[in-house]
């Protein structure tokens, strides 16, 4: 059976979660707009590696999609992204090259963090919607950027947080939001994983030449000049600072962006404490960390671990308790379930659902959108408030204090060290702008 199908069927039974689950249902089903119904969205990709991968297998059996281009600084990864995307695409070591094919009408931006902003903030100008992965940008400043680009140019935006277009979010989400926990007053947020999950210890591997035929130069980009190193590359690339922000970050995002859904992006302060308790190796982001949010009435707690994969609730390596005054919800990436709060002896749930969270749905939602000219499920601008709470609590672990927070201007208060850590100055000659 067709996934869309299923997913319908999701949300019908999950009629709880009343206009969003509607809105879903529209996303999912075919829509006229600019683009016209039976016209094919020609797509380009830039960054191909295994996310950037697994999109362009999703798009590949799209009947109303054609992948138009494909872009990625090493050359093992273009040829295979060729072969994957089954229709002859145009090949390129330069993402300018790819955004002056006026074929294209949306690009995937699929890079390493430190890459995102900028090829979507010209992605915008040259006219084109954009899909790009999570985080939405390096800094509180690069998501800001983005965002105002996207409003600039009055484009379609998508960022990589697939949890808002998936049917068992949606419904648990509306069930919060229609107060069937009570009061929320505290949430807590976690990863856990062990050391062997987390690829074991780095090491202290030596400075050595990058692999044939790749532009290095090119994916440093607008990172700071800094000679190769294995670990500064595919897959550990985001344990450094200059092109990410390690797990509270990169895979807290996922997080975090459903809490503001449930709750709103407020926040008022945040304290975070951890270390390189578990490791050894050359990685700069901690391995063991937990940050205490201060938000407008409740509070929140994320914990992540890499040296340790216990998992006490349910088998849930993570995932996001919603604590109310009548109910707990339980949700992950499998499913969700629901306690009421007088039944703490049996731990039975009253409510459960299971389910998957497929980037189809949300693949679906952005090209929905792009005929539409609707606003899709987590656009710039959600994308980069959801980010927010991932970056900041970094900067409290990096400068060792609390931090209070002024959402308004997005500036942290009475801290100049701090603030200085909220913006990424490109090297020359790449700009934001």
Excluded at 50 to 79: E, F, N, S, W, Y
Excluded at 109 to 116: F, L, S
């Amino acid at each position: 059976m067709d996934r869309r199908a299923i997913s319908r069927r999701r949300l019908v039974k999950g009629a709880a979660a009343g206009a969003a689950s509607l809105s879903m249902i529209r996303s999912l089903s075919p829509a006229l707009g600019t683009l016209g119904a039976n016209e094919r969205i020609v797509t380009g990709h830039i960054g191909v590696g295994g996310q950037g991968t697994a999109h362009l297998h999703g798009l590949a059996r799209m009947k109303d999609i054609r992948v138009g281009a494909v872009c990625d600084v090493d050359p093992g990864r273009l040829d295979n992204a060729v072969k994957v995307a089954g229709s002859s695409p145009q090949a390129f070591k330069d993402f300018r090259k790819l955004l002056e094919m006026k074929e294209i009408d949306a690009v995937f931006v699929v890079t390493p963090g430190h890459w995102h902003v900028i090829p979507a903030i010209q992605a915008c100008a040259a006219g084109k919607d954009v899909f790009v992965e999570k985080p939405i940008g390096r800094t509180v400043a690069e998501g800001r950027a983005l965002a105002r680009a996207a409003k600039k140019y009055n484009r379609v935006t998508q960022n990589g947080t697939q949890q808002r277009s998936t049917p068992l979010w949606i419904n648990a989400v509306q069930r919060i939001k229609d107060g069937e926990l009570g009061k929320v007053n505290m949430i807590h947020v976690w990863n856990a994983w062990n050391p062997r999950e987390m690829f074991g210890d780095l090491g202290h591997p030596p400075d050595s030449d990058p692999p044939p035929g790749v532009d290095y130069d090119m994916w440093l980009g607008p990172a700071p000049k800094r000679p190769f190193n294995p670990l500064r590359w595919h897959g550990s690339h985001y344990f450094f600072w200059d092109y990410g922000g390690g797990m509270m970050s990169e895979w807290g995002i996922h997080l975090f962006d459903v809490v503001t859904w449930a709750m709103g992006p407020e926040i008022r302060s945040v304290a975070a404490v951890g270390g390189k308790h578990v490791f050894k190796d050359a990685r700069e982001t901690p391995d063991t960390a937990s940050a205490v949010f201060e938000c407008p009435g409740y509070t929140m707690v994320y914990s992540m671990r890499h040296g340790n994969g216990w998992q006490p609730h349910g088998q849930m390596d993570h995932g996001i308790e919603f604590f109310g005054t009548e109910a707990t919800l339980q949700v992950n990436r499998n499913g969700f379930q629901m306690f009421h709060d007088g039944d703490r002896a049996t731990r039975k749930p009253y409510y459960s659902e299971k389910g998957d969270t497929v980037l189809v749905e949300h693949e679906r939602n952005f090209f929905d959108c792009m005929r539409t000219r609707r606003r899709t499920n987590a656009d710039a601008e959600t994308g980069h408030l959801g980010a927010v709470l991932g970056h900041l609590a970094n900067i409290s672990y990096r400068v060792g204090r609390r931090l209070r927070w002024d959402a308004k201007t997005e500036t942290i208060l009475d801290d100049p060290e701090a603030n200085k850590l909220l913006e990424f100055h490109p090297r020359d000659p790449w700009r934001l702008e």
